[in-house]
């Protein structure tokens, strides 16, 4: 069992940054590859970056060159470092924990933080 809670989304301008944080508890956090996924109103979940047990990453197109995840296995803990935040960019920021590069049912999930990306 692992426990995701996210933290670090707000209100920020186009253009600016953000580092959102994921600290997990309740398991082997270096046997997970750990991820970031969005949400915005009205549209599906999808990938923003993930990174596996070893470091490799894996980003959506739309986020290379601004986003870069991280994680630190001696803190439990994934971020996501955002730059050059657009519009577009906002919407709900979900931290996830599994086993593989592509989500699974039995993974697990943050309740997710609020990126609102506004002049």
């Known amino acids: 069992q692992v426990q995701l809670v996210e933290s670090g989304g707000g209100l920020v301008q186009p253009g600016g940054s953000l580092r959102l944080s994921c600290a997990a508890s309740g398991s082997i956090f270096s046997s997970y590859f750990m991820g970031w996924y969005r949400q915005a109103p009205g549209k599906q979940r999808e990938l923003v970056a993930r990174i596996s047990t070893s470091g490799l990453t894996k980003y959506t197109d739309s986020v290379l060159g601004r986003f870069t995840i991280s994680r630190d296995n001696a803190k439990n803990s994934v971020y996501l470092q955002m730059t050059s935040l657009k519009p577009e960019d906002t919407a709900v920021y979900l931290c996830?924990?599994?086993?593989?590069?592509?989500?699974?049912?039995?993974?697990?999930w943050g309740q997710g933080t609020q990126v609102t990306v506004s002049s």
């Open positions: 996830n924990a599994g086993k593989g590069w592509s989500t699974q049912s039995y993974d697990y």
